[in-house]
């Protein structure tokens, strides 16, 4: 590859410009009006303005795209996650183009994308799927005996869609009709597609994906589950690998059933197969094939050692897998939290303004994929995603012990952002229960938050908003000063801090 | 130096002198004995009875953000920013003047000027950040004044639509 | 344990600081007067005052830390590295006083200490050592004629010694005797003994240690070797794992003998022990134990997943190793690079002042221990180490060039450091092809720097310093504004980045 | 606005108009079409030609820093503090007067007034980050002022021994 083209921004353009970087190839990025001064354009070697702030007119405009490779002289486009990545007229534009997309082909893309198709294939391959319809109803009346036949609850879920946009929990069938109507209405706006069909619904599962990467030469692999159950607004928030509940056996069963998926959709490049585990932790269901480099992919770097965005350019370039199944393991324990500009005492609405204050956490085992820095203006545009913290230790509870210290070391100031909300889920009993099923949000955080600061932690940021605010006055403003030198301060030191002692 | 700040409601009194490296901050009446150094912009380091607290220090308009051991606050000062920041905390409750609850762009305008609408009423969609946001009526009145229209860009601080309440 | 005081200051103080706070016990740093605003202080959960800045005042007076232990209510300390964590009377002191010491025993230590006691107790168990005295010499003919039954070159080398101190290389018999004084006076005055002896000088080896735990029940184990041979004034400043010449065989064999030559010593806790390996890679001579957390430790934990500092206070705590040598693997590869205030430029002449800006390298597979801040005033008091670079990745390649990408993103303006020089070293054909050698330094860097800065890039520095300069101008000093929201600024980023193409 | 910097001895001229944040730069006659912004202090972000560079710039005495993909400049520039910058630069080389190469504490100090010294006589001894570092005289000469004593601290400025130089 002569140079790569990243379609994306924030913390996942960062992380693929480094990618690059690392393995010595040349990589542009593109950036909206609203992004000149995002960190993306300012780590990257080359950037190049592809339209105004609107997604439609900047980061979803395929032809400005192209035209932008072009310009930097760029064969090959990385479509991070969200935007272009999962768009299979995208990657067969780049395909005729003869740009190499990096993801798997257009017609991998295309059967994935549409579910109905996808469960089609699954179920000639014996890939268990969630009992319910293979085809849209033909009416009304079929809808309901396929309901009252597989028994309710049932969900109702657009073939197209995604993000649980359009999904609908229907228990008794008389609500039936009005989801039905509700879901074909939303995923046609939506999607471009009304179609929609109905599932059995699973109660209390466990969200488990399996990260696969498959070269163009028939190799498969799987790089063992991650549990992505805790979820808000339909969106992950906390991720882990490997999952608390699923054993060796289980993992075994599972990842060789993901590998079989992938390869039943010829599928190319790193993907990951997304399954339902039932309450009881021993049925599980295909869901769907994430046909992209997840957000959640760091916690599965962290424990296997492999470096995913890596081998998807050594894949696109049509190199061999350098490993067999054999060769890979999990070692520790990963945890991500997922950190987004948005306020959790208030309907998770997001937030925009000014980062007036940040600071990182630092230390072992502390992974900060940032797409942030301390004064830049979170535009309102885009997704609130802000940066993903990742700890990796030696086992569960030390993991879990070393998020809560990583997410009390960290500050974001001036924006509301789901810091404290995430500290609150870690250090949950439920949390180190692993009782991680999809429901943990309305059952262990619906009375979130618990408890007030003490007294004592407020008279403290009182202190030191005095004590700040007066340093600023005495100086006439927030002036960098020189710092004094220790032979300045010493005595003052001295004075300062041995009275007590 | 004295300082008064406010926090949910209620008024704290900081009398501090900052000049020394050491010093005593009495809030309300309780005294602390401080060894107190500035790291950078925003950042003082305490040491208070051996206990070292790092805290982080950011200026907005009309108070300061503070957070410390992973909490977060939110003080009030008596600036001469209190105007807007009363201002804005408003928004959502006083009568007719509606504003958006953040910046964003202006997805859909469900009112006309002379509408009835009663509490609750959706009034206009504000999308920012790929999240759509219904901004409802919280008063009985009719509709006074539209001022966006589908496509506007729209700040926290403009009256979008302006409602005449019902007696 | 109830609360641990960590002795220490700079960034392994920081590393011990999250360790118990990952860990959930309490801690406590010592600092100095001139160290109040030090990074250790500020991340410290308590902090004592132990006196004025010299050392000897402060980290090296064991009054001073047995009074600060009781004052906080520590029952254990940490040593961390250099100071007095091989000082085995402070160890022997803390036993005395009921305080748990996390290292080995005084015994241990006493004996480890004293290199020609180390080389009687290795002979006895057959670990291969050095040809050489076992005993000082009688006098000096006695010296002569064990050098010439050696053969020369030969070392001269203090018992007590470290750090190279009082080492003299002898060619030819007429040097000797000059060399046995001069290294006698040098160990007398550092280190109050001028106990000397001869050894064979291994030329062109290789400096390849192994890490060990063992716990006070018997069981040892080791995690793989360090190759740590680059170095520049006797101390090391580049270090990996695994080593680019041990391979499977040479690995079990030598980790066995390390295993052994700790057991033979009676160590407890981490250690590690120290080979040179001859320019064939055939023979290796055991060198001698280091009874402390290394500088260099976190690229075993990057490679094996293990947390040392945490396994530290396990064992001191008196629990069981968690895993058995089956249990443990290298993972792809690290490479650690020290950031020393120095001059390369100046015979590495030490460097202290104000940091003026400070950004360090973020993304995959980087860590960063760190002992600084930006706007800190590095002071002349200690050892010049600021922060320790570490990178991780699938294999050797790919660490190498995220070891260069990880120097090259980071910066410290304000005092002299060796960063330009650590991208030399990694970047050079020699480091590439695994010519590792201790005699690296000399036989590669001599003609540091070779290369001066193109004219591009001496213009985009002074493009940024007059750009830099009159904004301050234009706003009368470095005052930090607010930056313009979006909305403000649309209109100009459309002007100034939409223009030309 | 110009700047004038000086680099290794030689001379830089520098014109800029930063009201914009397109603006076209000359150095010494070379013009370059730059699209910048100020990230926060001392943080510079170029877009030129489609290339994008991230620059650090620090002030100092007498001059700034700045570090730019890996490589460090050091850039005189012609303020109030030039004088000590060039006096600091000369305490090697210019004759008489010996300063300490870095901050740090007298260990030992070797002659007293009236000894003569030649150029490489070992004057004093000084300690600093575990470092001993002998400073030599640069000049023959007569030793004329002994200004420090075993356990003084040094900075770089003030002068340690003072000598007359010879004929």
């Known amino acids: 590859m002569k140079k790569i083209l990243i379609v994306n921004r924030g913390e996942i353009a960062v992380r693929v410009v480094r990618a690059c970087r690392d393995m010595g190839i040349p990589s542009a990025v593109v950036y909206s009006d609203a992004d000149r001064a995002s960190l993306h354009v300012l780590e990257a070697d080359e950037a190049v303005r592809i339209g105004p702030a609107p997604a439609l007119e900047s980061y979803l405009n395929i032809d400005a795209v192209i035209a932008a490779a072009r310009e930097v002289g760029a064969d090959a486009i990385h479509p991070g996650y969200g935007f272009l990545a999962e768009n299979w007229r995208f990657a067969k534009r780049c395909e005729d183009e003869g740009l190499t997309f990096i993801g798997p082909t257009s017609d991998a893309l295309q059967l994935v994308a549409d579910k109905i198709r996808s469960r089609e294939t699954m179920l000639a391959q014996n890939v268990p799927i969630i009992p319910g319809m293979m085809s849209s109803g033909k009416d009304m009346k079929d809808y309901r005996e396929k309901a009252a036949e597989m028994g309710y609850p049932v969900l109702v879920k657009a073939s197209a869609g995604g993000g649980g946009k359009g999904m609908q929990i229907v228990r008794e069938e008389e609500g039936l009709e009005a989801a039905i109507e509700t879901s074909s209405r939303v995923a046609g706006s939506a999607f471009g597609d009304d179609t929609v069909y109905i599932e059995k619904l699973i109660e209390r599962p466990r969200h488990i994906e399996f990260q696969i990467l498959a070269d163009m030469h028939g190799n498969c692999v799987h790089l063992f589950e991650r549990e992505c159950s805790i979820q808000r607004r339909h969106q992950k928030i906390v991720e882990e690998s490997p999952s608390p509940v699923v054993g060796s056996e289980l993992r075994a069963k599972m990842g060789a059933t993901a590998i079989l998926a992938a390869k039943a959709c010829g599928y190319t490049n790193a993907g990951t197969v997304e399954f339902l585990l039932d309450e009881d932790g021993t049925s599980f269901y295909f869901l769907e094939v994430n046909a992209r480099i997840q957000v959640e992919h760091p916690v599965t770097e962290m424990v296997t050692g492999v470096d995913l965005v890596r081998q998807q350019i050594l894949i696109a370039r049509g190199e061999k897998l350098e490993f067999t199944q054999g060769d890979l393991s999990q070692t520790g324990h990963a945890i991500e939290c997922r950190i987004y500009a948005e306020d959790p005492k208030n309907n998770f609405l997001p937030s925009s303004g000014r980062i007036s204050l940040f600071r990182e956490p630092q230390g072992p085992g502390i992974r900060h994929d940032c797409g942030i820095y301390e004064g830049w203006e979170v535009p309102v545009h885009y997704d609130p995603i802000l940066s993903k913290l990742i700890v990796h230790a030696e086992d569960r509870d030390a993991a879990r012990a070393r998020m809560k210290r990583a997410l009390g070391d960290m500050s974001i100031l001036g924006i509301a952002t789901c810091l404290e909300y995430l500290w609150s889920i870690i250090d949950s009993e439920a949390y180190a229960a692993g009782e991680t099923q999809t429901d943990f949000i309305e059952k262990h955080m619906s009375d979130w938050p618990t408890s007030t600061a003490s007294d004592e932690t407020e008279h403290l940021a009182l202190i030191a908003a005095a004590l700040s605010l007066s340093t600023e006055s005495s100086t006439g403003g927030a002036v960098r000063e020189k710092a004094p030198s220790p032979w300045d301060t010493l005595g003052s030191w001295r004075i300062g801090a041995g009275g007590g002692r | ?167």
């Open chain 2, 1 to 167: 130096m004295e300082f008064e700040f406010t926090t949910d409601g209620e008024k704290r009194r900081v009398k501090t002198d900052a000049r020394s490296p050491r010093t005593e901050v009495t809030i309300d009446g309780t005294s602390y004995d401080v060894d107190w150094a500035r790291v950078r912009d925003g950042v003082i380091s305490l040491v208070i009875d051996g206990r070292s607290h790092t805290v982080q220090v950011a200026r907005r308009d009309g108070g300061v953000d503070v957070q410390l051991e992973g909490r977060q606050f939110s003080f009030g000062t008596g600036s001469r920013d209190d105007d807007s920041a009363v201002a804005a905390g408003a928004s959502a409750g006083a009568g007719g003047t509606i504003k958006a609850p953040m910046p964003g762009n202006v997805v859909k305008v469900m009112v006309a000027e002379g509408d009835e609408v009663t509490v609750g009423t959706s009034l206009v969609v504000v999308e920012a950040m790929k999240m759509e946001n219904e901004v409802k009526s919280p008063v009985d009145g009719v509709v006074k004044k539209v001022n966006v229209a589908a496509g506007d860009s729209v700040g926290t601080t403009e009256a979008m639509i302006e409602i005449e309440p019902a007696e």
